[in-house]
């Protein structure tokens, strides 16, 4: 497994900005696809967005196409979520998760490492 730690949550205006960053502990991390999942309170935690081992693809969830921005970069053993235009619904904790397949898929059980979220609030 792979030791992933979320940072850039925090409070931030509807239609502000905010940059997630997970770092991961392992010089594995590029045999890995990436994932953004995100959970609030009362809800399933669900996929954000994912990006693929060599970071040339990557997959949104439709709420936030558009918006987001997830990237890459293996010298840095880091994975970044550029979070444009943020909306109320937006507010939730957000977790980075690696994965052991070539594409990143939005189903949970498919990721065999977690970091422990980062809490993202959007006022509106």
């Known amino acids: 497994q792979v030791q992933l730690v979320e940072s850039g949550g925090g409070l931030v205006q509807a239609g502000g900005s905010l940059r997630l960053a997970c770092a991961a502990s392992?010089?594995?991390f590029t045999w890995n696809s990436e994932g953004w999942f995100r959970q609030s309170p009362g809800k399933e935690r669900e996929f954000v967005a994912g990006i693929s081992k060599g970071g040339d693809r990557t997959f949104y969830a439709d709420p936030v196409k558009g918006r987001f921005t997830i990237s890459r970069d293996n010298a840095k053993n880091m994975v970044l979520l550029q979070m444009n235009s943020l909306k109320h619904e937006d507010t939730a904790v957000y977790y980075c998760a690696a994965s052991s397949y070539d594409l990143p898929e939005p189903k949970l059980h498919m990721y065999h490492s977690w970091g422990q979220g980062t809490q993202v609030t959007v006022s509106s």
């Open positions: 392992e010089f594995t």
